[in-house]
């Protein structure tokens, strides 16, 4: 069982609080624009310590325990924008936990430092344009040249694609095929042969950057590898482990706020000469959904207590990116329902929020995938 500690609440509160103050106020802008000023809000955040919370104090990281970790991906799953809490967790927990781990000394010093800081801002390019979910699929590659690498490829659905200052590539380093060859690389946006192709306009998301890139013999140094040469895919199945949990920590926050605003409308909105809420039907549904939250934070509490003790979460991961997703979806298309046409426009935030975690269930793994690798895990598939 995990044990909170009046340190652990103080800094939810904490966070509850920058949430509000540098997030809350410009999110409607910031959806109409389709962007948001990623340099600015990430360098609040590096003050205040909130983008290395577990990394080692020499990268400038907190040191601190995986729990603080759970507690800020819930409370920015409660911000006005999902798109941008994901943009925050590409910073966090997407890009940058390879380099923490693999990295040499100078490329920590030279991009983890102000990554942390917030003074950079990182992306992680791993899809292609042909190559999703399937991993072992992608095609963009580096091709050795003396003490360099040259680059020829493209990458699809890039968070922080448009204002990333460098991003952890995979791609291929050698001819072998499948999972084998891949290496992960400190790629700078500024190198030339970088470019971003477009910018994608989604369903939702819509103050989150998404970006297609294209690498035209494009040249970095050998020493950008993170890691051993060869191992990239290997290392980036640990980084989706940080990934697929911080989906599951945001949407437990998404969802829980989600149900406390639908039970306060449904509380206000009269109907037939009382207040929605006093429908039965209602009420049985929202305590459905309230259990099934129940049964999803505690699930992540011990995902959370297994990583502490060091042992491998792959299962748990698994289980919450696939579980987290679902749940968040049957929260906002019942947000929509009980707020009727309140609920489809898009001046309140039911819509917005139906459009926002559709993404969840695609993104960092799809459900198939993840449904896949349980079947796997249980034997009801071959390997």
Request: aromatic content about 8%; proline content about 3%; glycine content about 10%.
């Given at each position: 069982m995990l044990q909170f500690t009046e340190e652990h609440q103080m800094f939810r509160q904490t966070v509850r609080d920058v949430v509000q103050k540098e997030i809350d106020p410009y999110a409607e802008d910031w959806e109409r624009t389709g962007d948001f000023p990623a340099h600015d809000l990430f360098r609040r955040f590096g003050e205040l310590g909130l983008l290395g919370l577990e990394y080692d104090e020499r990268w400038g990281g907190g040191g601190a325990d995986h729990v603080y970790t759970m507690i800020m991906g819930e409370e920015v799953g409660r911000c006005a924008s999902l798109g941008v809490a994901m943009a925050l967790s590409v910073q966090t927990d997407m890009a940058t936990p390879s380099l923490h781990l693999y990295g040499s000394d100078e490329l920590r010093e030279k991009y983890l430092v102000p990554a942390v800081r917030g003074e950079m801002v990182t992306?992680?390019?791993?899809?292609e344009p042909d190559a999703g979910s399937d991993v072992a699929g992608l095609r963009t590659r580096a091709v050795r040249d003396g003490d360099e690498w040259v680059i020829n490829g493209a990458k699809m659905w890039i968070t922080n694609g448009t204002q990333a200052d460098w991003i952890c590539l995979l791609c291929r380093t050698s001819d072998e095929g499948g999972y084998r060859g891949m290496s992960q690389i400190v790629v700078p946006t500024d190198t030339p042969g970088f470019e971003v192709s477009r910018k994608l306009d989604k369903l939702g998301m819509r103050a989150s950057d998404t970006a297609e890139l294209v690498f035209t013999d494009m040249r970095v140094p050998v020493s950008n590898t993170i890691g051993e040469v060869g191992r990239g895919f290997q290392q980036q199945m640990t980084q989706f482990q940080n990934e697929r949990m911080i989906a599951a920590y945001q949407m437990v926050g998404a969802t829980e706020l989600a149900l406390e605003r639908t039970v306060q409308y449904l509380k206000e909105r009269q109907a037939f000469g009382a207040p929605l809420l006093a429908n039965q039907s209602l009420q049985y549904e929202l305590a459905d959904l309230a259990a099934d939250l129940?049964?999803?934070?505690?699930?992540?509490?011990?995902?959370?207590?297994?990583?502490?003790?060091?042992?491998?979460?792959?299962?748990e991961a698994t289980v919450a990116k696939l579980k987290a997703a679902r749940l968040a979806r049957r929260m906002?298309?019942?947000?929509?329902?009980?707020?009727?046409?309140?609920?489809?426009?898009?001046?309140?935030?039911?819509?917005r929020f139906f459009r926002d975690t559709r993404l969840w269930s695609i993104g960092g793994g799809a459900d198939e995938v993840m449904l896949r690798t349980l079947a796997r895990m249980n034997g009801i598939i071959g390997d």
């Amino acid at each position: 069982m995990l044990q909170f500690t009046e340190e652990h609440q103080m800094f939810r509160q904490t966070v509850r609080d920058v949430v509000q103050k540098e997030i809350d106020p410009y999110a409607e802008d910031w959806e109409r624009t389709g962007d948001f000023p990623a340099h600015d809000l990430f360098r609040r955040f590096g003050e205040l310590g909130l983008l290395g919370l577990e990394y080692d104090e020499r990268w400038g990281g907190g040191g601190a325990d995986h729990v603080y970790t759970m507690i800020m991906g819930e409370e920015v799953g409660r911000c006005a924008s999902l798109g941008v809490a994901m943009a925050l967790s590409v910073q966090t927990d997407m890009a940058t936990p390879s380099l923490h781990l693999y990295g040499s000394d100078e490329l920590r010093e030279k991009y983890l430092v102000p990554a942390v800081r917030g003074e950079m801002v990182t992306s992680i390019a791993v899809s292609e344009p042909d190559a999703g979910s399937d991993v072992a699929g992608l095609r963009t590659r580096a091709v050795r040249d003396g003490d360099e690498w040259v680059i020829n490829g493209a990458k699809m659905w890039i968070t922080n694609g448009t204002q990333a200052d460098w991003i952890c590539l995979l791609c291929r380093t050698s001819d072998e095929g499948g999972y084998r060859g891949m290496s992960q690389i400190v790629v700078p946006t500024d190198t030339p042969g970088f470019e971003v192709s477009r910018k994608l306009d989604k369903l939702g998301m819509r103050a989150s950057d998404t970006a297609e890139l294209v690498f035209t013999d494009m040249r970095v140094p050998v020493s950008n590898t993170i890691g051993e040469v060869g191992r990239g895919f290997q290392q980036q199945m640990t980084q989706f482990q940080n990934e697929r949990m911080i989906a599951a920590y945001q949407m437990v926050g998404a969802t829980e706020l989600a149900l406390e605003r639908t039970v306060q409308y449904l509380k206000e909105r009269q109907a037939f000469g009382a207040p929605l809420l006093a429908n039965q039907s209602l009420q049985y549904e929202l305590a459905d959904l309230a259990a099934d939250l129940d049964m999803m934070r505690h699930h992540n509490w011990a995902a959370v207590a297994k990583y502490e003790r060091g042992e491998d979460i792959t299962r748990e991961a698994t289980v919450a990116k696939l579980k987290a997703a679902r749940l968040a979806r049957r929260m906002a298309d019942t947000a929509v329902q009980f707020h009727g046409g309140m609920g489809y426009v898009e001046e309140n935030w039911p819509a917005r929020f139906f459009r926002d975690t559709r993404l969840w269930s695609i993104g960092g793994g799809a459900d198939e995938v993840m449904l896949r690798t349980l079947a796997r895990m249980n034997g009801i598939i071959g390997d």
